[in-house]
């Protein structure tokens, strides 16, 4: 009896089990389809669903919020789908939100997605229609891609003539099969970087005097920099401008005594060459000339025995005293 | 067989019911096969996720593995499987064990003494395997895609609740209620076949073996015409 009520237990326990699962997995399977969810009904206009069935998903912004409850083709360029949005929706979908068609991955379920506007909108509320987007269609992928395949070829095919003419370039093959234009490129490519590397440096102490220049140090740096040098700078050149302005009335002074000088000169020029006076007469005549310097040299001669006579003034006992207090005197002086 | 199942329904609906007899049945047909079934589901998740990968790798879907898994398990083969385990060790034991009795003349012994023998032993039987049968291919089920779970985690990493999401995301009840529906069919057909084989057994011991045997190819075969019926009247009904 004992082991028929723990039979029975373990029997209890084992379907237990199975009903706890099963309920478990209706339940899961219930959230997923929201089937207790309360809905309400939008429609979406199209002019073609591509396989779009009742039954498919509606997403917003990727979640799935409801179901296409029915797909009805009213003419040849209309086809409604009434789309079941669960409850919630309607705090979320706008009425100005769009309905595009779309696929559950890459060759999954067609679903629909809602997609907002960026204007803002009241809130959806039943029976509003949605209008639906145009589709991209497999086949309008196809000729796009068709089109890319075309653009390819045209684009291999002068890769191709390229390839063909620097394989058949001899003086690519001589520059390739030339030996010493590696040695030399590395040589070249070793300038560069000493290059690159003094240019660096030379930057670096560019940087080093525009720094100070920015700090005000140097010459330049007071230059630009500090305002009383400015200031002095400006008064210099304001002092220049009027040394300047009087080097010029100098010039101008001076322009004007070189013409009085100039015409002064001119006068006497006229008046030696052609004048009346003695100047001209000195000048020109030659027997005037020469009595002039048989004149100076009688002059001379006066002037020398003058000056004997002189001396011997000087030792003259009338005159001696007094030439020599004057040479004291001189002395004392 | 048609007389034997109209017979089977007379006596079902018809007092006096043996409880007792049924719940011992149900803990024996049910609970006892669990182990046996319990360790093939788990096997067959695992065996069916790492057979199932290199293709879908191949592809590059493999991230689909616990959706096609899932799909494959809860709607054919968990069932199918189980239904098929079910009538290897049910439909044989069924039968070998009604075969045994009538060639040992204990059914006509019930019968002179009163006691309904079709009553206590086919109905019981046949009900409770009609029973058991849904709640243990719910429990293989389970244990499948764990052990399908446990066969994702061999190659990568991928979280419980990532797997149960992917699997239940792709499951819908178009796809779990036919599923369970028929295996009430399944478990009946052993039943039923278990105890036609087993109850009209004769020549013998040798024919307790041909009658284990028979049971178990005849409720096999059985349970594949079934299933095709169940996805014919799926598609049908589903679509109405």
């Known amino acids: 009896m004992a082991n028929r009520t723990t039979d029975n237990v373990k029997l209890g326990v084992f379907v237990l089990a199975g009903l706890v699962l099963l309920v478990l997995f209706f339940y899961m399977l219930s959230k997923n389809e929201s089937i207790f969810a309360s809905r309400f009904e939008i429609k979406a206009h199209f002019a073609n669903v591509s396989g779009l069935v009742s ?50 991955g890459l060759i999954g379920n067609r679903l629909v997605n809602i997609l907002p506007a960026a204007e803002p909108a009241p809130l959806i509320e039943p029976g509003d229609i949605l209008l639906g987007q145009k589709d991209i269609s497999t086949e309008d992928m196809l000729r796009t891609l068709d089109q890319t395949n075309r653009n390819v070829l045209i684009i291999s095919n002068g890769l191709r003539e390229t390839i063909d003419r620097i394989n058949k370039s001899t003086q690519l093959t001589t520059l390739l099969d030339d030996e010493s234009l590696s040695l030399n490129l590395k040589a070249a490519l070793l300038n ?11 930057m670096q102490d560019l940087n080093a005097v525009v ?28 002092k220049l401008q009027a040394v300047e ?89 | 067989m048609a007389r034997f199942t109209a017979r089977f329904f007379r006596e079902a609906f018809h007092p006096r019911y043996e409880f007792s007899e049924l719940i011992r049945q149900c803990f024996i047909i049910g609970y006892k096969s669990l182990s046996l079934v319990g360790l093939t589901a788990f096997i067959m998740g695992l065996v069916l996720t790492m057979q199932l990968r290199p293709s879908m790798v191949r592809y590059g879907v493999e991230a689909e593995i616990p959706a096609m898994v899932g799909i494959s398990i809860i709607r054919e083969i968990g069932p199918i499987i189980t239904a098929l385990i079910f009538a290897g060790k049910i439909g044989s034991s069924i039968g070998a064990e009604l075969g045994s009795m009538r060639v040992t003349e204990q059914i ?40 399908s779970y446990l066969g994702v985690n061999i190659y990568e990493i991928l979280s419980f609740k990532l797997f149960y999401t992917l699997v239940i995301d792709n499951l819908g009840y178009y796809d779990v209620i036919p599923a369970i529906i028929k295996t009430f069919f399944f478990g009946f057909a052993v039943g039923i076949v278990g105890c036609f084989k087993g109850y009209y057994s004769s020549k013998g011991t040798e024919g307790v073996g041909r009658s284990a045997n028979s049971a178990v190819v005849m409720a096999s075969v059985f349970i594949f015409i079934l299933d095709l019926l169940a996805v014919q009247i799926t598609e049908l009904v589903w679509n109405l």
């Open chain 1, 245 to 333: 302005n009087q080097a010029d009335r100098l010039a101008q002074n001076m322009d004007a005594l070189v013409k009085e000088v100039d015409g002064a000169v001119k006068g006497l020029q006229n008046d030696l060459n052609y004048g009346p006076g003695a100047a001209n007469l000195l000048m020109k005549d030659s027997l005037t000339a020469a009595r002039l310097q048989n004149a100076l040299g009688n002059l001379e001669q006066g002037t020398a025995r003058f000056s004997e006579n002189m001396e011997a003034m000087k030792h003259n006992f009338l005159f001696r005293r007094y030439f020599r207090k004057m040479e004291k005197k001189k002395e004392k002086d």
């Open chain 1, 55 to 104: 039954g498919n998903n509606v997403r917003v912004a990727g979640i799935v919020v409801g179901i296409v409850e029915d797909v009805e083709l009213v003419n040849d360029t209309l086809v409604i789908v009434t789309i079941a949005l669960n409850d919630d929706m309607r705090q979320i979908v706008r009425k100005n939100a769009t309905a595009a068609l779309g696929t559950d």
């Open chain 1, 192 to 202: 560069l970087r000493s290059a690159t590397g003094q240019a660096s440096a030379t």
């Open chain 2, 108 to 147: 006509d012994a019930m019968e002179v003494s009163g006691t309904n023998p079709f009553k206590y032993l086919v109905v019981t039987r046949t009900v409770a395997a009609t029973l058991m049968l849904p709640v243990l291919v719910i429990l293989a089920d389970a244990i499948a895609l764990y052990g």
């Open chain 1, 211 to 238: 720094a100070d220049v920015r700090n005000g140090e140097g010459s330049v740096g007071a230059l630009l920099r500090d305002t009383s040098f400015a200031w002095e700078l400006n008064q210099t050149v304001r």
